[in-house]
């Protein structure tokens, strides 16, 4: 498939609205895709590049298409800025300058789908000094290669946001219709493999060997994740239920097969080298081959759990670690297991998974208790509290491991304070002493396609050192600015605090929060776990319910 082919077929569906007719039209095109285009033509259609589990990343920020564009297009780069200024859209304004300039010698190519991968792979492999110069001689020659179309979809591609509102649950429902395969074995399969655009191809060849598809070492896979509930709800739901502290800490997932280990963190982002003595402690927790879940936490002498923050300086750090290591104490909690030499667990009821976890890991696994009595579980509840942690985790003995899913199995418990997860999309320029920062920040929280949805604004609860560290995060992202209004890539995610959810028409998402407070910054929580509308139109109506 050409590329040309691609950007056309992104713009078609772009204008589609409804659900059934995106998902027959992606249906309709993979078939006709040989084994090479076929993961490539789902990973795009994304707006993703590599499989989720990869390391790869290409490294491209915004400056560097915005040189690429001008220097293609015969412009200086201020008049690339002030198009895109314009239209508020990379692509949209990388589609209007160069519409204009088809006709020209650089359009001599016309690549295909494999002709693109290809120049994103070898970007992700470019390193040292000159890395920035072959990036932008490489970037530059796909532009020169591009119509207008192609350019847009090709500048969205590379700053990760194609924004044709096609996600994880259009693929995997247009690979079942087009294979004609259950939509469940298509589902599990990518819970296993964490990537569609290998399923699509497994998936061609039946559902048996859909069936088949296991969970595999050095290849992460997402987290589980939890809802809000009650214990009172759970109890009545479930009988026996378990209880587990729930740590003010960052997850991890870790890898082990004989000598060699990795550590990832809940963005499947390798940090084995930030947190070596995790992996000496880990190490020695068991002989097998196994993939573990569970949380890392900061300690202080006394082994009193300390802030959130204290173990994101760790995680971050790439330099000087021997010095962190002693300034900060790490311990990890370990509470789930998904792997056990060769055999993949997630499918294995939880109560067992426990047991396969106490029988095989020697050290540190999280203390648990399982009872169907509401006051014991609440007086755990207060001994996690006064032991320092956040609250408590309640799990179903019944619930399978399910990665990337937030589900009901697991529900978490903590003091009353709503708070919630959303994209930093936009910002303002701060006034007198705050000038040269951000002052307020635009928030957006997602519809079911990965789609963003702008809901808030949030300028209260930040300390200057807060400010300074978020204007360092995001003013290389930065993608457009009208006035004091700046739009960026969607790469930070803030905790926010509340007072409630209402409706609101000022935002796209049609709610808005009241009374925003910045809570802080989730580092270890990628663009696609910030919160749904969904989930904020039951928030709404829980909240509802409350005030009747």
Same mark, same amino acid.
């Given at each position: 498939m050409q590329f040309s082919e691609f950007s056309e077929i992104c713009g078609q569906l772009e204008k589609i609205s409804g659900r059934l007719d995106t998902i027959d039209m992606i249906a309709s095109h993979l078939p006709g895709l040989d084994d090479e285009e076929l993961p490539i033509f789902i990973r795009f259609l994304m707006g993703r590049i590599f499989p989720d589990w990869s390391q790869d990343k290409i490294g491209i920020g915004p400056n560097l298409v915005f040189e690429s564009v001008?220097?293609?297009? /015969?412009?200086d780069r201020s008049k690339v800025v002030r198009e895109i200024n314009k239209q508020g859209d990379v692509g949209t304004a990388v589609e209007n300058i160069l519409s204009k300039k088809e006709q020209t010698s650089f359009f001599s190519e016309?690549?295909?789908?494999r002709d693109v991968?290809?120049?994103?792979?070898?970007?992700?492999s470019i390193e040292g000094n000159r890395s920035q110069k072959e990036k932008l001689k490489v970037i530059r020659k796909l532009f020169a290669n591009a119509g207008?179309?192609?350019?847009?979809?090709?500048s969205r591609l590379i700053l990760g946001e194609l924004r044709i509102g096609i996600g994880e649950g259009n693929i995997r429902d247009a690979i079942a219709k087009a294979f004609d395969v259950p939509t469940e074995s298509v589902e599990h399969a990518y819970q296993a493999a964490n990537d569609l655009g290998e399923i699509a191809v497994i998936a061609k060849k039946g559902v048996d060997e859909l069936r088949a598809v296991r969970i595999s070492l050095?290849?992460?896979?997402?987290?589980?994740?939890?809802k809000q509930g009650t214990i009172a709800e759970m109890v009545e739901e479930q009988g026996a239920i378990a209880?587990?502290?729930?740590?003010? /800490?960052?997850?991890?997932?870790?890898?082990?097969?004989?000598?060699?280990?990795r550590i990832y963190s809940r963005k499947l982002e390798e940090v084995t080298t930030a947190i070596p003595d995790i992996v000496d402690i880990l190490v020695k927790t068991t002989g097998h081959d196994v993939i573990l879940d569970g949380e890392v936490i900061a300690v202080d002498g006394n082994g009193n759990p300390m802030p959130f923050q204290h173990v994101l300086k760790r995680f971050r750090r790439k330099h000087d670690i021997a010095s962190h290591i002693e300034n900060i104490r790490l311990v990890p909690n370990i509470f789930d297991i998904l792997y056990l030499d060769g055999e993949t667990l997630i499918d294995k009821p939880f109560e067992e998974r426990r047991k396969i976890l106490v029988e095989n890991v020697s050290l540190h696994v999280a203390p648990q208790i399982v009872s169907d009595d509401i006051i014991t579980i609440e007086a755990f509840y207060r001994e996690a509290l006064d032991a320092g942690h956040e609250g408590i985790m309640i799990k179903s003995l019944k619930s399978a491991y399910t990665p990337g899913q937030r589900v009901r199995q697991w529900i978490k418990i903590k003091p009353s304070v709503d708070t919630i997860d959303l994209a930093v999309v936009g910002a303002e320029w701060g006034e007198g002493k705050r000038a040269h920062l951000f002052g307020s920040f635009i928030l957006a929280c997602q519809d079911e396609s990965g789609r963003l949805l702008r809901i808030s604004k949030v300028a209260t609860g930040f300390s200057d050192e807060a400010l300074a560290g978020v204007y360092d995060l995001l003013k290389d992202t930065e993608i457009s600015e009208s006035g004091k209004v700046v739009s960026f890539e969607?790469?930070?995610?803030?905790?926010?605090g509340y007072a409630e959810i209402q409706k609101s028409t000022n935002y796209e998402a049609g709610y808005a929060l009241r009374f925003p407070r910045f809570i802080r910054f989730r580092d270890d929580k990628g663009i696609d776990e910030i919160e749904t509308i969904s989930s904020i139109e039951d928030r709404f109506r829980a909240q509802s319910e409350k005030i009747r």
């Open positions: 001008a220097y293609v297009a /015969g412009n016309n690549p295909d789908l991968y290809s120049d994103f792979a070898y970007l992700s207008g179309a192609e350019g847009k979809y090709l050095f290849r992460p896979v997402k987290m589980m994740l939890a209880a587990e502290y729930k740590y003010d /800490g960052t997850r991890f997932q870790f890898h082990k097969s004989g000598d060699k280990c969607p790469e930070v995610v803030f905790e926010v």
